[in-house]
């Protein structure tokens, strides 16, 4: 079973990429959890979203405390500890960040800890492609490059029943674009 834990700001759609991750899973035959966290919802509020994916039945319900991967949507959220909290040894750490792996690793002082840190400029991507800064479907190209727990193909399927029409061909290129984008350490 493979765990990831979203960090987003309310109306960045830290959810809806747990969501569209677990659409794409089941595409593909996989059991899928999907949930938020969030206390009393507000735009630009931390929000925290969760996603389980298995090959075989999932039995437990509850929040994800030691997740294999961290998705981070806001970058203003990396100076927060709680991003590497309960992070597994070896695990992931994906952010949008402007800045290389080492750089971020640095910043969040988990150097010399086995974890496997990956930045994408998602905003930089959203805004040029969508107008907006939109960063989830671009964090999903991050992770599908980073873990793989997905083909692309599924995450695309995904995307058009989500967004129809010309919205989801240009979530699609964000997708791509972030997933050529994606740079990684292990530190």
């Not at 979203?6 to 809806?16: I, L, N, S």
């Not at 290389?100 to 988990?110: Q, S």
């Not at 991507?125 to 989830?136: E, P, S």
Request: include cysteine.
């Amino acid at each position: 079973m493979i765990e990831i834990r979203w960090h987003g700001r309310g109306g960045q759609g830290a959810w809806t990429a747990s969501n569209l991750l677990a659409s794409a899973a089941l595409k593909e035959g996989k059991y899928v959890q999907s949930f938020p966290t969030f206390g009393p919802e507000r735009m630009g509020a931390p929000i925290m979203a969760f996603t389980r994916i298995s090959d075989e039945p999932i039995e437990i319900h509850c929040n994800i405390y030691t997740p294999d991967a961290v998705v981070v949507l806001d970058p203003t959220l990396l100076n927060s500890k709680m991003i590497i909290e309960g992070l597994k040894e070896g695990g992931y750490i994906i952010a949008n960040f402007r800045g290389k792996p080492e750089e971020l690793a640095e910043k969040l002082g988990v150097r010399g800890k086995g974890y496997k840190v990956y930045t994408v400029a998602a905003t930089d991507i959203a805004v040029k492609i969508l107008k907006r800064g939109i960063t989830n479907t671009a964090m999903l190209g991050a992770l599908i490059r980073t873990i793989g727990i997905v083909k692309l193909e599924s995450i695309y399927e995904a995307l058009k029943e989500r967004f129809p029409g010309k919205i989801g061909e240009l979530n699609i290129k964000v997708v791509e674009r972030a997933y050529k984008e994606t740079m990684g350490v292990k530190v």
